[in-house]
């Protein structure tokens, strides 16, 4: 059983920055793919951005340039470094810990992070 706990979120105005983190209840970053996704309101939960237990990167196109992900293994923290926020970028952000195919995936609770205009 793995544990994710996110924070860092709030209200910010447009152009700011966050730093949200993922705190795990144990060290699963050598073996577990581990992402961010945010859910706006009336919308489908979205993927934006993983690392994987390699430490290989990827950014969905909406925030690549913006966003950051990055992982302190000693800590069992990751981290979503947002900069330039948008309106757009308002959501719920979760934290994700997956193993491959291999069941279960895990999630947060969620942080909101509201950009004002």
């Known amino acids: 059983q793995v544990q994710l706990v996110e924070s860092g979120g709030g209200l910010v105005q447009s152009g700011g920055s966050l730093r949200l983190s993922c705190a795990a209840s144990?060290?699963?970053?050598?073996?577990?793919?581990m992402g961010w996704y945010r859910q706006a309101p009336g919308k489908q939960r979205e993927w934006v951005t993983a690392?994987?237990?390699?430490?290989?990167?990827n950014y969905a196109e909406s925030v690549k340039g913006r966003f950051t992900i990055s992982r302190d293994n000693a800590k069992n923290e990751m981290y979503l470094q947002m900069n330039n926020l948008k309106p757009e970028d308002t959501a719920v952000y979760y934290c994700?810990?997956?193993?491959?195919?291999?069941?279960?995936?895990?999630w947060g609770q969620g942080t909101q992070v509201t950009v004002s205009s």
């Open positions: 690392i994987t237990s390699s430490g290989s990167t």
């Open positions: 994700k810990a997956r193993r491959g195919g291999i069941p279960p995936n895990y």
């Open positions: 144990r060290n699963i970053f050598s073996t577990y793919t």
